[in-house]
């Protein structure tokens, strides 16, 4: 009889200064390591620390900078030239604060409602208002609701997801625009 394998020990949890393999960063940001390696040649800013063998490390500043350019090429629509234009314009620093959620609502359009003006649709109430302007509004109230409990992170999340799905209803709305 074959005594049972044990189990692997549990990873151990790193801090946040931490520097990170390939595959924890491509597990953290739910990209693969191929997408990973293929911006490195796109982008001359991401310069991962290389050891022997070709091993890839990367500094929390690297992991900012990534999910910045994640979240511009997935989320915000821009192309690769887009991005490298973004982070020649504004630079590598304005590009990790997109990383960091510190620039919320990024790109929306001007006439998205900001949260405050989605809450006092809520106070004035949502009847006859579209699906759309609806769900904006139930979120709004969520967001007035949990605003003051949510630790910081939480609260960016929120406020990112909210950007998104206003710029959806944008999007939508152009596209509707287009077939119409």
Do not use: C
């Not at 990873?11 to 490195?40: G, M, N, Y």
Request: glycine fraction near 6%.
């Amino acid at each position: 009889m074959i005594a049972p394998q044990p189990a692997p020990a549990p990873r151990s949890i790193k801090s946040p200064e931490a520097f990170r393999t390939i595959s924890e960063v491509a597990t953290e940001l739910d990209v693969p390591q191929h997408v990973l390696r293929f911006w490195e040649t796109r982008f001359a800013q991401i310069k991962p620390i290389k050891r022997a063998g070709g091993r890839r490390f990367y500094r929390p500043e690297d992991l900012d900078l990534l999910r910045g350019i994640k979240s511009l090429l997935y989320f915000e629509g821009y192309t690769i030239k887009g991005v490298q234009k973004v982070l020649r314009d504004r630079g590598l620093r304005y590009v990790a604060e997109i990383g960091r959620g510190k620039l919320a609502g990024f790109g929306a359009p001007a006439n998205i409602p900001t949260i405050e003006e989605m809450e006092d649709v809520v106070v004035a109430g949502t009847e006859n208002q579209s699906p759309t302007v609806a769900a904006l509004a139930t979120l709004a109230r969520f967001h007035a609701e949990a605003r003051e409990t949510l630790d910081e992170q939480r609260r960016v999340d929120l406020e990112v997801l909210l950007a998104e799905l206003q710029q959806m209803k944008a999007r939508l709305r152009k596209a509707r625009e287009g077939v119409a």
